[in-house]
């Protein structure tokens, strides 16, 4: 154990990750006792294609799971209940009675569905998909993928159609096994997970049907909506079993949860991967008309849902992998902060990521990554800079349109993720936000709220302002620069991003 003062019981959370799997023991204080965490294959049978080996990564759940238990020396019968989180909108269909994938997941980044998307925006409209899901039409969301899956996989449509078949993202996959799987493996997921399928009407909390006729995806596929929180079945065998499986959350609502964001206007930003920032907007799902999606923040056991405005964008910490893996200027992705200080500034450079299109606020498909402004002057270093950078302005797009679509300024933003311990992008976000910049001593949250959430539904806490209480923070960044700079810089900003337009020409 970490901490050699900590007593149980304990709460374990799951987080199925893009890039890796990994299991937390939390206390009573939210503090973590025990992690453990392996990373799967990144499949790219094409460009711009992305798959998971599913069974892969249920094999690691089960190792992170029996890891995270033994580093903190306990067993099942300390934990009184597994919480999930995951990556959002990844899909996978499997087969109800072998249990075995029918294809590789298809992972959220990937853009196979772009022609698709541009034919159900010409014959049923983008509105229609927004009034009823809040999603605009993207290759970004799960919907898309599932009709991709029956209509590529040969005879998986007649399998569908016959009940054969289960679809669900990740949060679905992972349940359904720890709950027996081929033996009485329960098919849920959660409202947060089911919102960003684009098949679930977000007023109703329910399967749209008109929309998954327009999407031709059967409804026997799919799993039975539920809460974020609520004891859905009880772990089947394995290191947990009788264990409750009490939560269920996409991984950034689940780290709205962790960062306590339970009342209207708190918001968070995730610094991974890719960079969401989540705005709890109440109970009301307020349109955007900026870029933004709207989405379900949670929803606790029965009560009423909570919605928030979310801005994805889509490249930021995979940036800072391809300076490293694909461009070899630094050996580490903490290196990039000792390269961008060994410069003043940018020297010019602003680099734009879009390496597959341009998620929020632009939801643009044909635009493609640019360096602009380079001349003879520009070292690695300036690009160091302007590679952290671009989480920042990118950052400054999405709070821009928050306040623009909620009314709501931004006084201070929360964040979390990897990307997190780079104190330079931090110092460079307060700057370019104009606002501070505060991190929690638990920087995972995700998990976290994974916990929170299993934790109150079988009282292990007994509301959400217990929660608050544990909430501490551990770090805070306040802005420095001087407004004058802010705004030229801004401006550069937006006219690199003008540059990365149109570059793909699709055909119709
Ligand atoms: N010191 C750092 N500076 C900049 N980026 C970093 C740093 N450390 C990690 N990262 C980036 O953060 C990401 C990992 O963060 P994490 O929260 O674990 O991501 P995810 O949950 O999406 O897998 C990687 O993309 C990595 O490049
Ligand atoms: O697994 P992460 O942290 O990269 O998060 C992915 C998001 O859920 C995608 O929507």
């Known amino acids: 154990m970490t901490d050699a003062h900590t007593a149980g019981p304990f709460i374990a959370a799951i987080d199925q990750g893009t890039t890796s799997s990994r299991c937390i023991v939390f206390d009573k204080d939210g503090r973590i006792v025990s992690v453990d965490q392996k990373e ?62 029918v294809h590789n997941a298809i992972v959220w980044q990937d853009t196979r569905t772009d022609a698709l998307c541009r034919e159900l925006g010409r014959n049923v409209g983008q509105d229609r ?38 679809f669900g993202t990740m949060d679905s996959w992972v349940i359904w096994n720890l709950t027996g799987g081929v033996d009485g493996g ?21 399967w749209d049907d008109k929309i998954l006729t327009s999407m031709e995806v059967p409804a026997a596929v799919l799993p039975e909506i539920r809460s974020s929180s609520e004891v859905y079945g009880t772990a089947k065998g394995g290191v947990l079993d009788g264990v409750p499986v ?29 960079t969401f920032m989540l705005m709890n907007t109440g109970g009301t799902p307020v349109n ?83 360096i602009a402004g380079l001349t003879r002057y520009v070292t690695k270093a300036h690009i160091a800079r302007a590679v952290l950078e671009a989480t920042a302005w990118q950052t400054r797009e ?46 995972e949250t995700t998990c976290l709220g994974a916990a929170y959430a299993a934790g109150l539904a079988v009282g292990f806490w007994p509301d959400t302002d217990a929660l608050r209480a544990n909430w501490r923070r551990a770090a805070e960044w306040t802005p420095r620069m001087d407004a004058d700079r802010r705004r030229s810089e801004y401006k550069n900003w937006l006219k690199a991003v003008e540059r990365t337009m149109g570059w793909i020409e699709h055909e119709e």
């Open 398 to 443: 999405i709070t821009d349109a928050m306040t623009k679509d909620s009314g709501v300024e931004l006084t201070a933003l929360k964040v979390d993720g990897g990307m997190t311990s780079n104190n330079l992008l931090m110092q460079t976000l307060a700057d370019v936000l104009d606002a501070p910049v505060v991190r929690p001593m638990v920087a």
């Open 186 to 206: 329960v098919h849920v997921t959660d409202v947060t997970n089911a919102s960003r399928t684009m098949l679930m009407n977000l007023h109703t909390m329910a």
């Open 288 to 370: 955007s008309y900026n870029g933004l999606l709207t989405t379900v923040g949670y929803r606790i056991g029965d009560q009423a849902p909570v919605y928030a405005l979310e801005g994805s964008i889509a490249v930021t910490g995979s940036l800072v992998q391809w300076m490293r893996d694909q461009m070899g200027l630094i050996k580490s992705a903490a290196e990039i902060e000792t390269l961008a200080l060994s410069v003043e500034d940018n020297g010019g450079a602003y680099v734009v990521p879009a390496f597959s299109g341009l998620f929020a606020p632009y939801w643009r498909s044909d635009a493609r990554g640019v």
């Open 129 to 166: 998909f927004r009034r009823e899901t809040g999603l605009p039409l993207a290759s970004y969301f799960a919907g898309p993928k599932v009709r991709w899956l029956l209509d590529n996989v040969e005879g998986l449509r007649e399998r569908a159609e016959r009940g054969d078949i289960l």
């Open 246 to 274: 009490a939560s269920a959350l996409g991984d950034q609502q689940a780290a709205l949860f962790g960062q306590t964001c339970f009342s209207e206007g708190e918001a968070k930003s995730t610094y991974g991967t890719g």
């Open 40 to 101: 799967h294959e990144q499949i790219f049978p094409k460009p711009g294609w992305v798959e998971h080996n599913a069974a892969e990564i249920w094999t690691n759940v089960q190792e992170v799971v029996a890891g995270a238990l033994s580093k903190a020396g306990i067993t099942r019968d300390d934990v009184k209940a597994i919480g999930i989180t995951n990556q959002r909108e990844t899909t996978l269909l499997w087969d109800r009675a072998t249990g075995e994938p």
